[in-house]
């Protein structure tokens, strides 16, 4: 079992940034590809990013490309998405997933509480 604690949310103006942080409980994270996905307020959930067990790839959703930046830092248990120029439709809970697919398929096996991000136009 993998436990994740998002944290970093916030409020912020549009054309701000914030750095999302998720430290994971298990020693064994750097076996696990990691994911930030988001779910707004009436709508599903969706993918934002993810990275490899390594680092070596990573994934945007295309309404995130050239803003987000995902990056993990295995010594510390730690994956992080640094978020610039963010817009109001940005606004969602913001969830860190952790799982053996989250690169190639987008799913994640552990899941975060979440953290809530509010972009004010």
């Known amino acids: 079992q993998v436990q994740l604690v998002e944290s970093g949310g916030g409020l912020v103006q549009a054309g701000g940034s914030l750095r999302l942080s998720c430290a994971a409980s298990?020693?064994?994270?750097?076996?696990?590809?990691m994911g930030w996905f988001r779910q707004a307020p009436g709508k599903e959930r969706e993918f934002v990013a993810a990275?490899?067990?390594?680092?070596?790839?990573?994934l945007y959703a295309d309404s995130v490309k050239g803003r987000f930046t995902i990056s993990r830092d295995n010594a510390k248990n730690t994956v992080y998405l640094q978020m610039n120029s963010l817009k109001p439709e940005d606004t969602a809970v913001y969830y860190c997933a952790a799982g053996l697919q989250v690169v190639a398929a987008k799913r994640g096996d552990y899941w975060g509480q979440g953290t809530q991000v509010t972009v004010s136009s």
């Open positions: 298990k020693r064994t994270f750097s076996i696990y590809d």
């Open positions: 990275i490899s067990w390594s680092g070596g790839s990573t």
